[in-house]
Structure formats: C-alpha cells, structure tokens
C-alpha cells in the first residue's frame, strides 16, 4: 500500500532491541534538553499542531529557496493546515518571538509571504540532527554516514533536508490523529515531552529496577507546565493502560503496551526520516 504500511511493516522486523534502547534513551537525552527551562518555547510548540505548521513553513521557505514554488503565506497555511483562527494567532505569536519574518509578496499588496528566520532554522535543523543521529544509532538505512553532522554543517544540504520533509510531515500527522500509546500522549499539551521524560527514566534504569521514581512537581517546573496538568496526564495514562503507579511511593511502572506502541511509533517516524534523507541525497546527486 502506501509508505505508512510498508515502513511500519518493515523497520521493526530487523531491529535490534538493544540498539532501538540506546537510540530511543539518546533520543530522550538530546531532544529534551531543547525544551527544559525553556517556558516560551514549550508555550509556542506544545502541541504538535504548531510544531507542524512551523515545519511546513520552514518546508515552503527552503523549497522555494531551491527554486520550488513560493514560500508560505497565511493562506496556504490555512489550506493545508486548516483551524485559520488558531492558525493566525500562532503565526502572530511567531513573529513576536522572533521565529518568522513578513515579507511583501511580488503582485500582491495583500498578500504576505512568511519566512523563517534562523533561530527557526536553526531549531529545526538541530532536532531532525538528534532524530537522525537516532536513526543510525538504531541501524536504520541512511544514505551515507554523519548525516546528524552534515545537516548542521553543510547550509545547502540542509536546505535539500528541509525540503524533502514535506511527506514526514504530512505522514506524521496522519499517524497522530490515529490511536497508540504516542498519539495518545501528544494530544496533551507537552504530553510528547511527558512521555520522553517516562522514557528515558525507564531506559536509563538498571535492568532489576522496574519501578522508576517519577517527580510531577520537578517535571512541571522543568517544562514550565503546572502539577496539576502533569498529574492529570499521569493519572490518565494509567486508566488507559499505558502505566501503573505506586502514589505512596512516588513510583511508576511503563507497560509493555506503551514500550511496544511507543518503538513502533519510533520507528515509523525515524524511517521516514530516513527516506526523506534518502531524497535529500538523490536531489544533491542529481544536480552535481
């Protein structure tokens, strides 16, 4: 069928355990960092809606850098994204915090084109870096080793990378509007963030110790989210099946139906990524 099917059919099949531990804990270790103690950032992209349509735009900007159809406006945001109330705020709030530039669109006065500056770029360019070094870290196929490296190194390249996410994207919604243990964590408000703190606790315990200690006050002030919101999310993680916890003690315990929605989840999105690695390679051998 389509890409959906024969990534989620294929990556899992040959992975090692070990190395899908030690990508998913690098994971956690790398991409976490970006949003702990970082209020604005996490009150910007706490939900995926708006880390998708900054995607998308930061997608229309490089491909019209390379000559590809015209950099984003406001409207064709609402046309792919849709939610033009939500989105038009966002785009405010973007601007304010210094991640998008107005430009005046050649033939219309009305009509604004929206740019990404570099502090978005250079976000951007940095987490799809951590997912790629995942990516190999767990053997997944990558046209060519030190991609992670290159992405950041190499501005052109990173312009090709950038363009050639548009299906990761589109994909990855897709996928989040469906059921699982990771749609069902992101449609809180920082739940992805939530579920890699989880995450990396579990990871990074010894082997003999299947409880894990887990502090809400100390997440919530680190995301910059309130208890009450961390604790209702746990809460209603364990009704639906995807921990269980010991509140005398402060302790939880993953399921293995979260760690198994969870790794598919992973790697579906990590062989996207690598596919849209695998274009972004063609496109540069193509125009050498």
């Known amino acids: 069928m389509d890409q959906v ?47 998708h349509t900054a995607g998308l735009l930061a997608i229309l900007y490089c491909r019209a850098q390379l000559g590809e159809g015209e950099a984003a406006t406001l409207s064709i945001l609402q046309q792919q994204m849709g939610r033009s109330r939500t989105l038009a705020s966002f785009i405010g709030l973007l601007k304010l915090a210094g991640y998008v530039r107005v430009v005046e669109a050649s033939g219309s006065r009305r009509e604004k084109r929206l740019e990404p500056t570099e502090l978005m770029l250079n976000g951007l360019k940095t987490w799809l870096s951590h997912h790629l070094a995942c990516a190999k870290l767990a053997g997944l196929p990558l046209p ?72 809400a006050r100390q997440a919530a002030a680190q995301l910059g989210i309130s208890h009450s919101h961390v604790r209702n999310v746990i809460n209603k993680a364990e009704a639906a099946g995807w921990l269980v916890q010991r509140r005398d003690q402060g302790e939880l315990q993953l399921t293995p139906a979260f760690l198994t929605g969870v790794r598919d989840w992973y790697l579906m999105f990590w062989g996207w990524l690598c596919e849209a690695a695998q274009r972004a390679h063609e496109r540069g051998a193509g125009s050498a």
Request: contains cysteine; glycine residues 8%; aromatic residues 10%.
């Open 144 to 215: 060519e080793p030190d991609l992670h490296q290159r992405l950041n190194a190499d501005p052109v390249y990173g312009l090709r990378f950038i363009a050639e996410t548009h299906d990761m994207v589109r994909l990855t919604r897709e996928a989040l509007a469906g059921e699982g243990a990771w749609p069902w964590f992101d449609r809180f408000d920082c739940g992805d963030r939530l579920a890699l703190i989880l995450l990396k606790s579990h990871y990074g315990a010894p082997e003999q110790a299947p409880w894990q200690s887990f502090a």
């Open 5 to 51: 099917a024969r990534t989620e059919g294929g990556w899992p099949e040959h992975m090692d355990e070990n190395a899908y531990a030690a990508a998913i804990l690098r994971c956690a270790d790398n991409i976490l960092p970006m949003h702990m103690g970082e209020r604005l950032i996490n009150k910007i992209f706490g939900k995926s809606l708006q880390s």
